[in-house]
C-alpha cells in the first residue's frame, strides 16, 4: 500500500517547456487535489477532482491544467513554463466526504530558469 | 471566505520546553479542523483532527481543543524533543466543501 504516490521528484525546466506531473493513489480514493507550496503562502489549491470524470478550479488555477485520467490518477500539466511556477507541488486524495481529511503525496520540487 | 491564522515562526525550544502554537479560524459553517506535520523533504501528515466544537484531537503527545467560542485550534506538546522539528500547519474544511484551508504554517526547531 503505497498510499500517494509523485513522479517526478524533482524538475528543472526552461521558460516555456511544457510538463507533465503525475500522481496516483491506491487507497480507492474519490477526491484527488494538486497544490503548490511557495515560503511564507502555505499551500494553496490548484485544481482539485471531487469524483472521477470533475475537475475544478481552485485558488490558483492559471497556468495549468489536469486531467482525471481514472480513479487513481490525477495529473497536472504546466502548459508553458515561468519562472512563477517554481515552486513544490502536492499531490493529496481523499475518501472521506464529510470531514475531508487528506493524505499527501512526497510533492515535486519544480524549478523553472 | 473561509481562512485560518497561524502564529508566525520559526518557534525555537530546548528539548522537554511546553509547545504551544496558536491557530484561529474564520468560517461560515461549522468546519473539521486538522494539524497537519511537515517533516523536511517530505509531504504533510495528518497529525490530529477535531470535527465538531469541544472535540479533542490527540497523537503523538500533541494536542488541540476545537474551541468554538473563540474560534481557535491550538497545538500543544507538554515536552517536545529534537524529532518534533517540522512545520506545522493547521487547516480547516468546511462542511459540504471538499477543500482544505491552510495556514501558513509554524516552523518549529527544537534544540538538544
Known amino acids: 500500500n503505497a498510499g500517494v504516490t509523485q513522479t517526478p521528484k524533482f524538475q528543472v525546466l526552461k521558460t516555456g517547456q511544457s510538463m507533465t506531473l503525475q500522481c496516483a493513489q491506491d487507497?480507492?480514493?474519490?477526491?484527488m487535489y494538486w497544490y503548490r507550496q511557495d515560503p511564507g503562502m502555505g499551500l494553496r489549491l490548484i485544481y482539485y477532482s471531487a469524483s472521477e470524470g470533475t475537475t475544478d478550479k481552485g485558488e490558483v488555477p492559471n497556468g495549468y491544467n489536469v486531467s482525471r485520467l481514472n480513479k487513481r490518477e490525477f495529473s497536472l500539466r504546466l502548459e508553458s513554463a515561468a519562472p512563477s511556477q517554481t515552486s513544490v507541488y502536492f499531490c493529496?486524495?481523499?475518501?472521506?466526504?464529510?470531514?475531508?481529511?487528506?493524505?499527501f503525496g512526497p510533492g515535486t520540487r519544480l524549478t523553472v530558469l | 471566505g473561509d481562512s485560518v491564522t497561524q502564529m508566525e515562526g520559526p518557534v525555537t525550544l530546548s528539548e522537554e520546553a511546553f509547545l504551544t502554537i496558536n491557530c484561529t479560524y474564520t468560517?461560515?459553517?461549522?468546519?473539521?479542523l486538522f494539524w497537519y506535520v511537515q517533516y523536511p523533504g517530505e509531504g504533510l501528515q495528518l497529525l490530529l483532527k477535531a470535527t465538531k466544537a469541544d472535540d479533542k484531537g490527540s497523537n503523538k503527545g500533541f494536542e488541540a481543543t476545537y474551541r468554538k467560542e473563540t474560534t481557535s485550534f491550538h497545538l500543544e506538546k507538554g515536552s517536545v524533543q529534537v524529532s518534533d522539528s517540522a512545520v506545522y500547519f493547521c487547516?480547516?474544511?468546511?462542511?459540504?466543501?471538499?477543500?482544505?484551508?491552510f495556514g501558513t504554517g509554524t516552523r518549529l526547531l527544537v534544540s538538544p
Open positions: 468560517a461560515t459553517g461549522y468546519p473539521s
Open positions: 487547516a480547516l474544511s468546511d462542511q459540504g466543501f471538499q477543500k482544505l484551508v
Open positions: 487507497m480507492n480514493h474519490n477526491s
Open positions: 493529496a486524495s481523499s475518501g472521506d466526504p464529510n470531514y475531508n481529511e487528506q493524505f
